[in-house]
């Protein structure tokens, strides 16, 4: 008699939300600690817990690929034999994207960046560690060093933090280049089936709907009909609120 049982039509489903992102700082991780790979999947898989307990989906959005990589493929977290996961990747046409990061860049620095970073500046600091080593980090070390200078001018100062903020840019523009290689390669090597959604319109400057309506036709609508037929046939009564 074969008593094997299809573990696929029994594993609870999890969502994960793909895609390039801008720079951002934690703010519940203390500067000098390393939130690592294995931090992170051990808060995942709590939390994904918590979240199927109430009968509602877990959705990852966003985070280190190399991170939600680590969860998915470790033996450790027997991640695929537990879960049935439902990967979506957000995309925009890189010239788009290019062009959002230097708006992003220049929002956060109106609205005090500089002073931030000016608020975890250490002279000699490790910027390998902790949130020291994010991008907009140590691109501002020379301007703050530069800052105190009492024998700097003005003009100085002010050419030494165009530059920073255009190495921020620059630097933005290259993780966001190594983010997408690395989703690449969990497509063509680890053979995760994801699906594709192409925002670029979305951003474009001369769309004729508005941002909302436009998001909602282009990424919102389509992601809740991949989800929908995902958990079509969900065997944990599974909570679906697509308002």
Request: aromatic share 8%.
């Amino acid at each position: 008699m074969n008593t094997f049982i299809n573990n696929e039509e029994f594993k609870k489903k999890v969502i994960f939300i793909m895609g390039a992102t801008g720079t951002g700082k934690s703010r519940e991780i203390e500067p000098d600690s390393d939130f690592t790979a294995e931090d992170f999947c051990l808060q995942a898989v709590i939390y994904i817990e918590k979240i199927l307990k109430t009968q509602r989906v877990p959705i990852i959005v966003g985070g280190s690929n190399s991170y939600i990589e680590k969860l998915v493929e470790d033996p450790v977290f027997m991640f695929k034999y537990k879960y049935d996961s439902c990967f979506i990747w957000i995309d925009v046409e890189q010239s788009v994207l290019n062009r959002r990061v230097d708006m992003r860049v220049d929002q956060m620095v109106k609205a005090g960046l500089v002073d931030e970073v000016r608020h975890i500046f250490i002279p000699d600091a490790d910027y390998t560690k902790g949130i020291r080593r994010s991008i907009g980090v140590p691109e501002m070390d020379r301007y703050l060093r530069e800052e105190t200078n009492i024998d700097g001018d003005d003009e100085s100062k002010q050419m030494i933090l165009q530059d920073s903020i255009s190495s921020i840019k620059r630097n933005t523009r290259m993780l966001i280049c190594n983010q997408l290689a690395k989703i690449q390669r969990l497509i063509s090597e680890k053979m995760w089936s994801v699906h594709h959604i192409i925002a670029t319109d979305v951003f474009k400057e001369d769309r004729e709907e508005d941002l909302d309506e436009a998001w909602t036709n282009t990424v919102l609508q389509p992601c809740l009909d991949i989800v929908k037929i995902f958990l079509k046939n969900d065997y944990h009564n599974i909570i679906i609120d697509c308002t």
